[in-house]
């Protein structure tokens, strides 16, 4: 027996999503997309957790090594081939992430000469940001479950090649940003524009992964992203996180759980920042609520920005119990215990986002089905949030 309800649900769900996505099977072509991917990794990694049943560590790596070979590569319609970091082709297999991961869309990128049109980009293929972010936490996590360097070490060349392409001091000076979207290979933006969140990922993703680098053999020489930080925590000086988009909202809650485990260290002393977050948080859930989007049908909503809300959520209920466990952080307690507690009186909207996805009528909504793949897992993982929401 399961020990546990969600576990049987998220072990249902990621089943289905490997079949549809053609992960287990030797016949079916593929289809990979590296946000959604991000998410099954550690969905995967979790039902391991759970289980211990090694078919789903070896689903994870798996889908990490599709993930490489697929979008770290060429498209089929591209006349280049090959890496799309130039690199060898066993060079490349040593080093999959030092060119940047393609998004996964089905149209080829936009080329320089073509025309812009705001509503088609969506649908191109490029690299995103805050989705190569997600592929280094997911690395991340693979690496802290199997033990193996490889994977931290891959995660580490993935942000050392995207921040130098990504982020720019501007030629009239002022302070450093960074672009929204870039070309498969890194070489021009598609999208001039800076992500609202995107500079508070990278640095928080970046100290997660300097963090666990630091416990490996080599972390010492080989892993260093202290330039890349310092350059990130720049960008973000001065800014507003404040949303009151759920999936923006989940990010702010995401970020705070992991800028708590991260105080644990002796090298990330960040109360400012976690306190700043859940402000951020607080507002934009104050406006949230007050719009109240849940009461819509199945047709008006988008369940993986509202899955994303409640995977923050979900998150939060630990924040305490993380707190407590560092004496020099508990001193401060009081300045966030009162935040996190008015977060926490928001928690009931993760079981009514769950309970009303969960329903098979809105399952078959065209708003769930036009996007079944990132829902599923995003599903999955407000289900058993631990294997995304860990260190």
Known sequence: MERDPSTALVRDIMSDFADLTGLPSAGQAPRRYLWTDAFAVCNFLELYRRTHDEIYKHLALRLVDQVHA???RHRGDDPRTGWISGLAELEGKLHPTRGGLRIGKQMNE?????????????????????????WMHALNCA???????????WAMELAKAVHARFTYAPAYGGQRRMYWKMSIDLSYPLVESMGHHDPLDGFITYSQLQASAVNTAEGATEFDLTTEIAEMAGICEGKDWSTDDPLGLGELLCGACRVAQLMVSDTFNQVDLLEQLLGSSLA?????????PLKLPADYRLAFRELGLSIGLRGVAGLLEIIEKNPDL????????????AVMRYSSLSEMIETFWLEDANRKAESWTAHREINMVMLATSLAPEGYLTL
């Open 110 to 134: 936009r080329r320089p000469a073509d025309r812009f049109d705001e509503r088609l980009e969506w649908e191109r293929d490029g690299q995103y940001y805050h989705y190569l972010t997600k």
């Open 284 to 292: 934009g859930l104050g406006s949230y609520a007050r719009r109240n």
């Open 70 to 72: 697929i979008l770290g």
């Open 143 to 153: 690496s802290r479950v199997t033990g193996d360097t490889a994977y931290i070490r």
């Open 330 to 341: 508990s001193k401060r307690k009081g300045q966030v215990h009162g935040p996190i507690e």
